[in-house]
């Protein structure tokens, strides 16, 4: 029984567990930083409509995919780094996307029908195949003191409407993507027989506040770390064996892992979106965005989790029952002409 993954840039993965594929995130077009302004990071809006860059898309599906197809994509939250190529991947592949109401309404703006979509708040339980089950965490966003605008839970109040000319959404976070409410945690559980494997991945979204609940619109969606705790019960799990969360927005993240690392206790970490949001897929990380925190490294090595550091963009491993392990994924690399 072995859980194949690998890394697609940003906070992007693809899961394949047995014939199931899980793609975890949408973001391959990339959007200029130039074309944004607004806030204290100016993230709030977008100057011009944009449509995703389906070529890309096509490019990084066929190359990872395979010949099974992807069945579901997942969305942690519903910024543009990581639900803008959504819709894009499910009118590609039929893919059902899951995430918040955000999400859905993002992609039913771009012609995906309300069936393919399931609109998650927390809390739920799905069943995605046979033995492989899902646990729904509400989490928050994070990064309240970088830019409230961003860190504020918020959903979109109806379906964005696409520029008339090009079919374009403006990509900002008080445009048509804003956090959808915080964000959501998955916590998969896959077992065949006896073997079971579990794996938590968050976006790199910190906890600003773990004792403040996640409220949108007045209804209250509780702590994230309750939230957790939770969902590990209901999954019946006292650890996970991987953790995929917080590698960017230092030393936010770095509380973050430290505050959460107890409650997960994974054999195995590894931090994810610590690259750059704007430059273009095909130049991979880049020089200046390796990862780097040795409060992480600490923070990890005193839980007894083996960190791994993704080095390059389409870096794979397989999970086990014995751990994690790099799997070689040069041909893909060299299929996408990635350095
Ligand atoms: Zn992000």
Known sequence: MTLRLTWLGVANWLFEAGDTQILYNAYFSRIPQEEF??????????????????????????????????GYVFTGHSHFDHTFDVAAVAELTGARVVGSRSTKYQALAQGIPAGQCTEVSGGEHLVLADGLEVWVVRWDHGLADVAPEISEPRELAAVPVP???????????????????????????WHTGETRLTWFVIDASAVGDPQRPVVVDGVDHGR????????????????????????????????????????????????????????????????????????????????????????????????????????????????????
């Open 37 to 70: 302004y607004g806030g204290p990071i100016e993230f709030d809006h977008a100057r011009a409509p944009r449509v995703p860059d389906k070529e890309t898309v096509a490019d990084v599906v066929a190359a990872v995919s395979g010949e099974r197809g992807i």
């Open 224 to 339: 994230p770390f309750d939230n957790l705790r939770d969902a590990m019960a209901d999954a019946g799990i006292e650890r996970v064996d991987l953790w995929i969360g917080p590698g960017m927005g230092l030393p936010d993240a770095e509380e973050s892992v430290a505050g959460a690392m107890p409650l997960l206790r994974p054999r195995v970490f590894i931090p994810h979106h610590f690259d750059s949001i704007f430059a273009p897929f095909h130049d991979g990380i880049g020089p200046d965005s390796e990862f780097s925190s040795p409060a992480i490294e600490d923070t990890a090595a005193r839980a007894g989790a083996s960190l791994h550091v993704p080095q390059r963009y389409l870096d794979g491993w397989q999970l086990t029952g014995g751990g994690l392990a790099p799997v070689d994924t040069t041909g893909l690399r060299r299929r996408l002409g990635l350095p």
């Open 163 to 189: 520029d008339p000319e090009t079919g374009g959404l403006y990509a900002g976070a008080l445009d048509a993507f804003p956090n959808g409410g915080g964000s959501r945690g998955y916590l998969f559980s």
